[in-house]
């Protein structure tokens, strides 16, 4: 991938995770701590460039000038259901993140998506917002979902994903060629079903044990 906008974690510890996530003998607990850590590595990549201020600080020893993120608000939506297995491994790092929710399934035969329920923090134009879904993979969900964060009046909007197809991408980078993408890996293709393969089955499914 060319396109500065799109970041491909190249971290060993993440791509030895990914693999584990893809066995298909990977129980549901184990699946759902590796979401967790995944999500926790890609946001420390994610969160890279946050702006830094210097402040005074009193050691033990002395007084020490120090640097603290710069007065950013951040929140967090998952995309229902799967991300909400995204949010631990990012709130970890991010604490005080607010968290909205926006609910999405994808029709199984126009493969478009359609909204049930969206709730988001009252002030979520005045922070970074990152959008959390393990799965990009036709693309649709996750640019409803950044439309709808953008009709709150929000400017700065990140996607965060584990699994990445090409055309999700490409997707993405026509329909909302501002916001930046942070993916795990990016595989082959979609199928007949716009599943990503190899991928590793459906997500939500995995993380709750439906199937």
Known sequence: MDNPKVHIMQHPLIKHKISFLRDKNTGTK????????????????????????????????????????????????????????????????????????????????????????????????????????????????????????????TKSIKLMCIIAAPEGIKKITETHPDVEIYCGTVDSHLNEYGYIVPGLGDAGDRIFGTK
Not at 124 to 144: E, K, N, W, Y
Request: glycine share 8%; aromatic share 6%.
């Open 30 to 153: 184990i699946f759902n701590e590796l979401v967790s850590e995944i999500a926790m590595l890609i946001c420390y990549e994610a969160t890279r460039n946050l702006p830094l201020e210097t402040v005074e600080i009193e050691t033990p020893l002395a007084v020490a000038q120090a640097e603290v993120i710069c007065g950013k608000k951040m929140a967090i939506v998952p995309i229902l259901r799967a991300g909400l297995g995204m949010v631990d491994g990012v709130k970890q790092l991010v604490p005080n993140a607010k968290v909205g929710h926006i609910g999405l399934y994808r029709d199984e035969e126009t493969l478009e998506p359609v909204k049930y329920y969206c709730k988001m923090p009252p002030d979520i134009d005045q922070r970074d917002v990152f959008v959390l879904d393990p799965m990009l993979a036709t693309g649709g969900s996750a640019c409803a979902a950044i439309q709808f964060i953008k009709d709150y009046g």
